[in-house]
């Protein structure tokens, strides 16, 4: 679907579908609705609102046929923005989702026009709403068909053109500005989802260093298991042990071209490609979709493939331990003691408590980087989704101020983040009689405990663990009709990577 932005009258405009907005229990319409109600000889107010009793509530639709060439459209589709004073750009987002999918129900209807909902409405700048547009527009659109024969995938429409219709000069350029960085970040999002949805198979640790090493605009560095073995990864090998797919462990590097960066941080991420919980073996039904245990490397892979497109001013290193939990005669028992690669023991109390190991390495790893912040992005805990369900990602870590600044940036992304503690009483659970500590602790405080675990492999002081096991693959469609992989965390840390300041 191409997303762009013309000059032009709106009411001139050739097209199967025309948007235009009204807000809850307005009479007085505005902007371009007004300039369409006139017309199409006041059919808005005096047949949609008075007769028809559409109101404009948040997410409602009417859809006017065009009769005795009024305008140039088939048909005018009447989206409701709800409460003036509520709107806000997570409901923009979420409204632009939802008239893609109305634009999609009927098959014929392959060119939309719209205007470019927000505009000039409080403090919502154009450039921030058509950037909004775009995303809310492109999550819309994804979908993993591959493996559909085409009769399914033929069921909805396909849009061929979204364009927003504007007529002042001085708003375009903005506009198309909004859009690109829009489709960007949602580009990078469909990248992760992809990577996720597609079968463990195929997506094994020697993939995801591919897909890694073909990312362009960044340097790569691929460590195979004989490097891993010399970095003294004793935690990550042991998860690894069990699958006859080696596994590789990744290191990106995005640096800024013809600017100092302003900052160097590293985001790790857990890149278990099918975890079957080891000798502490998964049942069936919480197996079935451990495919989505990389939806942590997923995301870095998907930052990292719009950074240069976005020209992130930061120095960014994307840290990824790929392998497969699994079980076999080489696998790794409960009752191990392992070494991770800043010389601390580990007693394993369940193979299945593995995302945590792999992490441990990869953290220590990202320490010898030395840069100004480490976040780690993990499916890591059960315990977590059963705290927070699936609208928000739990968040810890040791710097407040930090934390506090991605919670507020998470805000504007649309992905919950709700934070955790890292008390000191989690710490007794982990305790061993005969190691440093325990890889699982008590079944109560899971996900804390879990954090920090990883605590003991990080001595940067500005590190924040997000724990997406509830996040990442949705069962049932969310408000953006989006199912399967999510996507988790990667509108957020762009975000937070380009400083996207807009609320």
Known sequence: MKIDVKKGDIKNEICDVLVVNLFE????????????????????????????????????????????????AKKVLIVGLGKKEELNLNKLRELNAKILRECKKNKT??????????????????????????????IADYKFDKYLCDEDKNKTSEIENFIICENDE??????????????TISKASN??????????????????????????????KIYDKKDIENMNMGAFLAVARGSVNEPKFIHLTYKPQNVLPDKKIAIVGKGITFDSGGMDLKPPSSMLNMKDDMSGAACVLGLFSVLSELKINKEVHGIIAACENMISGCAYKPGDILTAKNGKTIEVDNTDAEGRLTLADALCFADELQVDEVIDVATLTGACMVALGTCASGIMGTNQEFIDRLI??????????????????????????IADMKNTGSRYGGASTAGVFLSKFIKNNNWIHIDIAGTAFLEKPDKFGVKMANGAMVRTLLYYLKDCKCK
């Open 170 to 183: 001085n708003k375009i350029e903005k506009i198309r500005q909004g859009l690109q960085i829009g489709e």
């Open 191 to 220: 990248f992760a989802k992809d990577l996720i949805n597609e079968a463990a198979y195929i997506i094994t640790p020697e993939k995801l260093a591919q897909v890694a090493k073909n990312i362009k605009g960044v340097d790569v």
């Open 408 to 433: 507020e940036v998470s805000k504007s992304s649309d992905e919950k983040l709700w934070q955790l503690p890292l008390f000191e009483e989690y710490d007794k659970s982990l305790k061993s009689d």
């Open 25 to 72: 229990d307005e009479k007085t319409l505005s902007g371009q609705t007004k300039v369409i109600n006139q017309a199409l000889n006041n059919k808005i107010v005096d047949y949609v609102i008075e007769r028809e009793g559409f109101s404009g509530e948040f997410g409602s639709f009417y859809t006017l046929p065009v009769m005795n060439n009024e305008i140039n």
């Open 109 to 138: 209807d392959k060119n939309i026009v719209s205007v470019l909902h927000g505009l000039d409405i409080g403090e919502l700048c154009t450039k921030c709403c058509a950037k909004i547009m775009a995303e809310g527009l492109t």
